[in-house]
């Protein structure tokens, strides 16, 4: 079976994967990934990020990011780009700018329009701001947030709309997949952005789950958030375990992704659904969440595992 094809077939805009510059290199792997009725969509897991793109105030680099772009061209798949504002892998002029608001403004203003601008017209959605909230729902203390109050989320915002009118843009964040203060807080940005003319045109969640520990209601969380006017998509999906796997935690994971999946076919307004890589080749989890892995729908050895079943009987 193949993914997109399968989330094509419920109405779905996309099933895709993310993917990495170094990993362009093995062959089998990239034909896997460019396989377009299997991913129609892909992401640039860190090459749009703003330490790749202006790593000095002014000077901006899309070489990494251009490749990943123009693989999913060829391929025939869309494209989300990620992500313009974020507190990590952010270069140190910006963090210890020491900037006035009004610089720092005008600072998240040309990297979010010079960005969105370079790909203008390549890119179905923007992950403009990532990860802004606390789980409590306080806003996270960053650069941004210090230097500026709230006022940069609306900044980010209109300089992407301005510089790809036809790009959606969206909120992106992990631990709001289920209700609770940090959906809360997105749902009420979103209605406060809104009322303020802010284009907002979607919510992301990240999606970065642990084996037998999804939230309850994932269902409901889409609801609340279409309720609202905006589009859902998953965007960063994986289900880690601690490792070794055994055929029991396979087997649950197996469960957790088709759950995932079953949540966003049956609410309309959730688009699809991306996995942050499709192999644990090239997972991102082993390298940040020790003795954790095997998160990912296919094996080291580029093998379907029983979590990719999950996903076509969530289809
Ligand atoms: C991760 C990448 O996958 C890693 O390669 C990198 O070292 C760190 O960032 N949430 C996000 C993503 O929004 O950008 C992160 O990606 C994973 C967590």
Not at 126 to 150: A, C, H, L
Not at 290 to 307: H, S, T
């Amino acid at each position: 079976q193949e993914l997109h094809t399968l989330a094509k077939a419920k109405g779905k805009v996309y099933f895709g994967s993310a993917t990495d510059n170094p990993e362009l290199t093995d062959a089998p792997y990239v034909a896997i990934l460019s396989d377009n009725n299997m991913f129609g969509q892909t992401t640039a897991t860190n090459s749009m990020k703003w330490d790749a793109t202006e790593p000095n105030r002014g000077q901006f680099t899309f070489t990494n990011g251009d490749v990943i772009a123009n693989l999913a061209k060829k391929n025939g798949q869309l494209l989300r780009g990620h992500n313009c504002v974020w507190h990590q892998q952010l270069p140190a002029w910006v963090t210890n700018g020491h900037f006035s608001k009004t610089d720092l403004l005008s600072i998240v203003q040309n990297h979010c329009g010079t960005l969105v601008g370079h790909y203008k017209g390549q890119v179905y959605a923007w992950d403009v701001v990532n990860e802004i909230f606390n789980d409590d729902g306080t806003i996270r203390q960053d650069v941004f947030s210090q230097t500026t109050g709230m006022d940069f989320i609306a900044t980010a915002f209109r300089a992407a709309r301005a510089a790809d009118p036809n790009a959606k843009l969206y909120a992106n964040d992990f631990n709001i997949e289920g209700p609770g203060a940090k959906s809360t807080a997105y749902q009420n940005l979103i209605r406060s952005l809104k009322s303020q003319g802010v284009p907002i045109d979607g919510i992301g969640m990240q999606a970065h789950f642990i084996v037998g520990e999804l939230p309850p209601n994932i269902q409901q969380n889409m609801e609340a958030f279409a309720a609202l006017g905006v589009d859902i998509a998953i965007t960063e999906l994986d289900v880690r375990m601690t490792l070794p796997s055994t055929p029991a935690l396979l087997a649950q994971q197996q469960r957790d992704y088709e759950t995932v999946i079953k949540a966003c076919v049956n609410v309309p307004r959730c688009v699809g659904v991306t996995i942050w890589d499709f192999t644990d080749k090239f997972s991102w989890v082993p390298g940040t969440f020790a003795g954790q892995g095997a998160a990912c729908p296919w094996d080291q050895n580029l093998v379907q595992k029983p979590a990719f079943q999950g996903i076509v009987a969530g289809f």
